[in-house]
Structures are given as structure tokens and as C-alpha cells.
């Protein structure tokens, strides 16, 4: 509730329009802390999680 009367605030203030931000914001702006969430998540779980690199291929 707090960061929904934030947002209506910053609208209002600077007469701007709504920008939605989109689903993976958070994601895109610090990926390390999204894959730590979800390691943690993942763990609470009972589950165990292995990051491997993908390889590209041509």
C-alpha cells in the first residue's frame, strides 16, 4: 500500500502518466539479488539449486 501511495504521489507532483515498469523490473536492474531470492526460496523448499553458464552455440 505504501509503495502504491509513493507512486500515485510522484504522479501527481510531477503531472506525469503512469509508466508501468514491467513484470521483470527488479529482475533487470540487480540480477544477482533476483538469483539470491530465488536460491533462498528455492532452499526453503527443500530444494538445491546449481547455476551452470549456457553455452552458446553457433
Do not use: C, S
Not at 13 to 37: H, I
Amino acid at each position: 500500500m505504501h509503495k502504491l501511495t509513493i507512486a500515485i504521489w510522484h504522479i501527481l507532483r510531477n503531472k506525469t502518466r503512469y509508466q508501468d515498469l514491467g513484470p521483470d523490473y527488479f529482475t533487470r536492474r540487480d540480477p544477482e539479488r533476483a538469483m539470491r531470492r530465488m536460491t533462498k526460496e528455492a532452499n526453503h523448499l527443500g530444494l538445491t539449486v546449481r547455476f551452470e553458464p549456457i553455452t552458446a552455440t553457433a
